[in-house]
């Protein structure tokens, strides 16, 4: 992702709209949790955020670990291995087939279908929990 001229956004996920919703759904079909990225916010606290990008701008959707998990989980979109099911896939796909930005800055490992992954189980992602700092007085709760 090339960000440097970018307008850099930070979002937190419950003020996304379907429609960004179904588009991240698209870039990160397999789950969000494994594309966390680190930031530091404004007061100097580390955080976790989803990044995805556009033509002019680049965002961090605001997400712990934790909350990840737990929309997968919750998601109907979604399978009990927390992959989005093929036809919801297709429907958003061609849905959303004029947004090039989704092919064209957000290619990742998962929204490449040319090798499927082995399946992982939702309740095998607990594991992968951690409290990094103990303080989540800015994150998003579940």
Same mark, same amino acid.
């Given at each position: 992702?090339?960000?440097? /001229?970018? *307008? %850099? ?6 003020? *996304? ?30 955080? %976790? ?30 399978? /009990?291995?927390? %992959? ?6 297709? %429907? ?13 800055? /957000?290619? /990742? ?34």
């Amino acid at each position: 992702m090339a960000t440097s /001229n970018k *307008l %850099k956004v930070i979002k937190d996920y419950e003020k *996304l709209t379907n429609d960004e919703l179904e588009q991240i759904k698209l870039v990160y079909p397999r789950g969000y949790r494994k594309h966390l990225v680190d930031f530091t916010g404004i007061d100097g606290k580390k955080r %976790k955020g989803l990044p995805i990008e556009t033509a002019d701008k680049y965002y961090l959707i605001r997400l712990t670990i934790e909350k990840a998990i737990y929309v997968i989980a919750e998601d109907d979109d979604y399978d /009990n291995n927390g %992959k989005l099911k093929p036809k919801v896939r297709a %429907k958003l796909a061609d849905k959303h087939d004029g947004e090039d930005f989704l092919d064209d800055y /957000n290619s /990742n490992d998962d929204n490449d279908f040319g090798d499927e992954v082995g399946d992982i189980s939702i309740d095998d992602l607990e594991d992968d929990i951690e409290d990094t700092d103990g303080d989540t007085s800015d994150d998003i709760s579940l």
